[in-house]
C-alpha cells in the first residue's frame, strides 16, 4: 500500500533549525507533487510548500517563505522540509501529502494520500 511517514519533529527553540523527511512507498510519484502541510491546535491545516517529484515546482506559503526549504531526494524515495528561524507560530503538525500536479497545490483536497504526521514544538 502507498504509505508516507513523516519523521524528524521535536521540541525546539525560537531561532532553532529542523530537518523534517517524509519517506515515500508503496508506488511511483513520478508527476506527483508533494506537498507539506502543518496544523496547530484548534487550527485548520495550512499549506506550508510543496515540490514536483522531480525537484522542479517549488512553491512555498508566504508565511514561511525565506525560512523553509523543500528538497527531494528520489534515490531514497524521501522528501525533505529544512526549516530554518523557527518560531513558536510555527508549531503545529506537519504532513508530508502526495497529489496529482492537476491539482490544487495549496489545498488538502488538491492531495490523494497522506502521511501521519510529525509534532514540531517551538519554545520562546
Known amino acids: 500500500q502507498v504509505q508516507l511517514i513523516e519523521s524528524g519533529g521535536g521540541l525546539v527553540q525560537a531561532g532553532d533549525s529542523l530537518r523534517l523527511s517524509c519517506a515515500a512507498s508503496?508506488?511511483?510519484?513520478?508527476?506527483?507533487?508533494l506537498g507539506w502541510f502543518r496544523q496547530a491546535p484548534g487550527k485548520v491545516r495550512t499549506f506550508v510548500g510543496s515540490?514536483?517529484?522531480?525537484?522542479?515546482?517549488?512553491y512555498y506559503a508566504d508565511s514561511v517563505k525565506g525560512r523553509v526549504s523543500i528538497s527531494t531526494d528520489n534515490a531514497k524515495k524521501t522528501i525533505y522540509l529544512q526549516m530554518n528561524s523557527l518560531k513558536p507560530e510555527d508549531t503545529g503538525v506537519y504532513y508530508c501529502?502526495?497529489?496529482?500536479?492537476?491539482?490544487?497545490?495549496?489545498?488538502?483536497?488538491?492531495?490523494?494520500?497522506w502521511g501521519q504526521g510529525t509534532q514540531v514544538t517551538v519554545s520562546s
Open positions: 501529502a502526495a497529489g496529482q500536479r492537476s491539482g490544487d497545490r495549496m489545498e488538502s483536497h488538491g492531495y490523494d494520500y
Open positions: 508503496g508506488r511511483t510519484f513520478i508527476g506527483y507533487r
Open positions: 515540490i514536483n517529484w522531480s525537484g522542479n515546482g517549488l
